[in-house]
C-alpha cells in the first residue's frame, strides 16, 4: 500500500520506529533475562532433584542388596531420570534462550511484564496490537504516541526511582 500523505508518510515512519525501538529495547532484552533465569532455575532444580534422586538410589541398594541384574536396572533408570531432568531443566531453556527453539513471543512477554509492573499492566499489550495493524491512519498513529509516551514516563521514573534506591 502506497501513501500518498506526508503527514501520513511521517506518522507510518513514527509508528515503524517506535515499534521497533521498543522490540529491541525492552522485549528482546527482557526475553534473554527470561530464559537466563529459566536456566538459572534450571540448574538449581537439575543438581537438587540429581542428588536426592541419587540419594534414594543409594538408599535402595544398602538397603536391599540387589544383585548384579538389579544394580544395572537401577543404573540405568538412574541414567535415565538424570537424562530427562538435564533435557527438561537444563537443555530447553538453552535451545530457547539461543532461539534454536521458539520460545515466548513478544505479547507473552508483554503479558508477563504487565502482570509484574502494575503501572504497566496491559498498556504495552495495546500498543503493541496497535503497532501491529497493517491499516495507517492518523487516528492509530495519535494512539501510538499516546501509549509510547504514557509508557516513556513511566519507564523514566521507574529508572530514577531504581536508580535513587540504589544510592540509597
Request: charged share 10%; net charge positive.
Amino acid at each position: 500500500m502506497v501513501i500518498n500523505n506526508p503527514i501520513l508518510q511521517m506518522l507510518s515512519f513514527t509508528k515503524n520506529l517506535l515499534t521497533n525501538l521498543l522490540r529491541c529495547c525492552i522485549f528482546i532484552g527482557f526475553i534473554k533475562k527470561f530464559y537466563t533465569n529459566e536456566l538459572i532455575k534450571g540448574v538449581i532444580l537439575f543438581i537438587g532433584l540429581g542428588l536426592l534422586y541419587f540419594i534414594f538410589t543409594l538408599l535402595i541398594e544398602y538397603f536391599l542388596w540387589l544383585s548384579t541384574f538389579g544394580r544395572t536396572i537401577l543404573f540405568w533408570l538412574f541414567v535415565g531420570v538424570e537424562s530427562f531432568l538435564l533435557i527438561r531443566f537444563i537443555a530447553f531453556p538453552l535451545f530457547k534462550l539461543f532461539k534454536l527453539q521458539q520460545g515466548i513471543n513478544y505479547q507473552q512477554a508483554s503479558a508477563i511484564i504487565g502482570n509484574h509492573f502494575s503501572e504497566v499492566q496491559d498498556k504495552l499489550l495495546n500498543f503493541l496490537q496497535l503497532a501491529n495493524q497493517s491499516q495507517t491512519s492518523e487516528l492509530l498513529a495519535a494512539s501510538i504516541e499516546q501509549k509510547a509516551a504514557s509508557l516513556q514516563l513511566r519507564t523514566r521514573s521507574f529508572y530514577l526511582m531504581r536508580l535513587f534506591q540504589s544510592y540509597y
